[in-house]
């Protein structure tokens, strides 16, 4: 059992920067994804889109606002579950929460924020008849461990910054990588799209445009792929390993079933005071809640996640009166040891 103060149902930059919030307050976080690494849309569907709209970034990097994030709450230490979904939630007698994971790990929490952006992302899967006999069994959706795929043969399919990355990395890793795109276009990263031509040109990466994957072959492993081709008739590659990289599409899933008003696949919250649902206890935040007037934007999932871990304070903390600081002032603890704080004024007199 996994036990923490505020437990946050996704990694987003919403659920990151709660870490921080709630680190101010002393009040330590856990967060679990459905995804296998922090940063929810930012590290996965565009890490290398600049966003515009972050205060005091007139432009900055999807992929290096979740590094930031992460590096501004490595004081407070908050744990991870990654690659793991939240499926169901029980109350305590005691007013807690247990959440458990779609693998079975238990997390307990008085509170529970759900900052699941959008909600839990799953894989757009290609319209193939018999993919799902091969899934988990050389067809897979996301890479989570990519020594799986050494010394093997690899076919990924996809036109955007996800399948472009992963080609580009697993050339050092698989005995060979096949790139298939049904148009001739790439939509991502120009650096990336030149790296995968650079490659391509060396012989490293073997692309097929335009093209699309029809089917999947093998007995109880993927041993190869049909592939139809502009201007020429099917065909087989061999592969040990199928790798669709459409996208993610976003779900509420399972949250849906937890007793909270929804409205429109989102979560209605009291945004008069402190983002609460209409379970006791349990917040929403982030692009997952509606209200009156909400903006979808990371900036007021920042604001939303402020206020929130205020709240959460004095439900964890009833009897105690929290004294807000400036963190100008007052610095920065965090709960490894170390604080950040302004130099301190020096007296001296001037002769």
């Given amino acids: 059992m996994i036990q923490t103060d505020i437990l946050i149902i996704g990694a987003g930059p919403t659920g990151l920067f709660t870490v921080f919030e709630a ?3 002393k009040l330590r976080c856990h967060l679990i994804d459905a995804l296998p690494q922090p940063g929810g849309q930012c590290s996965e569907i565009y890490p290398k889109k600049p966003i515009y709209d972050i205060p005091a ?8 606002l979740t590094k930031n ?3 501004q709450i490595k004081q407070f230490e908050p744990g991870f579950t990654l690659g793991e979904r939240a499926d169901t939630i029980e109350k305590q007698d005691d007013g807690t929460f247990i ?6 790990t238990k997390h307990q929490a008085p509170v529970v924020a759900i900052a699941g952006g959008l909600g839990s992302f799953e894989p757009r899967k290609p319209q193939i008849e018999n993919i799902a006999k091969y899934e988990d069994h050389g067809v897979e959706y996301m890479i989570r461990e990519p020594e799986l795929y050494r010394d093997k043969n690899v076919v990924i399919a996809g036109g955007g910054d996800s399948a472009l990355d992963w080609s580009i990395f697993l050339t050092d890793v698989a005995k060979s990588v096949t790139l298939i795109h049904r148009r001739n276009e790439f939509r991502g ?6 790296k995968v031509q650079e490659l391509k040109n060396l012989g490293k990466i073997n692309l097929i445009t335009p093209a699309e994957v029809k089917g999947v072959l093998g007995k109880e492993h993927v041993t190869g792929v049909v592939i139809e081709q502009k201007g020429s008739e099917p065909y087989i590659l061999d592969t040990d390993h199928f790798i669709p990289l459409f996208g993610l599409a976003p779900k509420l899933g399972p949250i849906a079933n937890w007793g909270l008003e929804i409205e429109k696949n989102a979560i209605k919250v009291n945004n008069a005071l402190d983002y609460q649902t209409n379970v006791p206890g349990i917040y929403a935040i982030g692009d997952v809640n509606t209200y009156p007037g909400k903006l979808k934007l990371i900036l007021c999932g920042f604001h939303e996640a402020t206020l929130m871990c205020q709240s959460a304070y004095k439900r ?3 009897d105690k009166k929290y004294v807000m600081k400036y963190t100008t002032v007052g610095g920065v603890q965090g709960f ?4 950040k704080e302004a130099p301190k004024a020096v007296v001296k007199a001037i002769e």
């Fill in 99 to 104: 959440v458990t994971t779609n693998k079975g």
């Fill in 23 to 25: 680190g101010l307050l």
């Fill in 336 to 339: 490894d040891g170390t604080k």
């Fill in 69 to 71: 994030l992460m590096e």
């Fill in 316 to 318: 964890i903390h009833p």
């Fill in 189 to 194: 990263a120009l650096d990336s799209v030149e």
């Fill in 57 to 64: 970034y007139p432009e900055i990097l999807a992929g290096d």
